[in-house]
């Protein structure tokens, strides 16, 4: 059985189910009520990162289109498949010719993402979207709300395995991206909400990142937005490399991301045994 441990501020979730609630059935939207879910790999991953996630989503809800974006190294954004018209959440994922490890290549990185955001709000019409970040994913999400706060607005985050404190397993060893992440936390929307998911093994992480390193995330979210949630799972598929698979992320990002709850706790407390 997988289990997730939801700390929040103030207190303490428990046991979460997995029963799934069906979505509303999508209606044509106006250019400006498309908000697009953005998903952006870790180090090594490519646009085709998240496709079974994709899948999977698709078979429970009604289906999203879903955009590939792969930003160069020159800057130049090249995309695959397209979004449809009528679809008011599409499946977005942007990655990165030079997909590295390092801090450096996250700032890159971070300037990458927005220059494809600038493309895509361009042709899409969209002020808003919702955020998905996988391990340096979140990092360079985070990082882009912080730095174009006047830019699309990124309303909902959820990431996963993200190592907001590097690989130091505690936090009074501050890395330089957590430092980074703290001196622009104050421009992060008072609006936005941030859902914190990582994985633990045996050895109290999920093989990679330590589950000090994802909860350091309260170090850039906690009293700067309006709610912050750090979560994690263990069992078989909580390891670092299986997290965006993992049955119950996957459930997280349907319940908390897909839909859109308007109380940020309503999905999981509702559920709680």
């Known amino acids: 059985m997988i289990c997730v441990f939801c700390l929040i501020i103030g207190g303490v979730i428990g046991t979460l189910g997995t029963t799934r609630v069906a979505v509303q059935g999508l209606v044509s939207p106006q ?5 697009p879910i953005v998903f952006v790999p870790g180090s090594g991953g490519t646009n085709d990162r998240f496709d079974q996630l994709f899948k999977t989503v698709n078979q429970h809800y009604r289906q999203h289109s ?23 959440v599409p499946l977005i994922v942007v990655s990165f010719e030079n997909n590295n490890d390092g801090d450096e290549n996250v700032f890159k990185q971070t300037e990458w993402f927005e220059k494809a ?12 979207f ?12 985070t990082r882009y709300a912080e730095r174009y706060p006047k830019e ?3 309303s909902r985050l959820l990431t996963i395995g993200t190592p907001y404190n590097g690989l130091n397993a505690s936090i009074k060893d ?11 936390k104050e421009h992060l929307s008072k609006k936005m909400v941030v859902y914190s998911v990582g994985g633990t093994t045996t ?7 330590p589950a000090s390193s994802v909860a350091a995330g309260r170090e850039v979210f906690q009293n700067q937005i309006a ?10 598929d909580a390891k670092h490399t299986s997290l965006p698979e993992n049955e119950t992320i996957v459930y997280l990002i349907e319940e908390l991301i897909v839909q859109q709850p308007v109380d940020p706790q309503k999905p999981l407390s509702a559920k709680l045994k």
């Open 130 to 141: 919702n955020g998905v970040g996988y391990s340096n994913g979140g990092l360079v999400l």
């Open 152 to 154: 699309a607005q990124l």
């Open 174 to 184: 501050e890395s330089p991206m957590l430092t980074d992440l703290k001196s622009q």
């Open 227 to 236: 709610h912050y949630m750090s979560m994690f799972v263990s069992g078989n």
């Open 31 to 35: 250019k400006a009520d498309r908000q």
């Open 66 to 88: 879903i955009l590939k974006v792969e930003v160069m190294a020159d800057g130049q954004v090249k995309t695959k498949g397209q979004i449809v018209w009528r679809d008011k």
């Open 117 to 128: 955001m600038q493309q895509l709000t361009k042709q899409y019409h969209f002020k808003k």
């Open 203 to 209: 050895g109290g992480d999920d093989g990679i990142v």
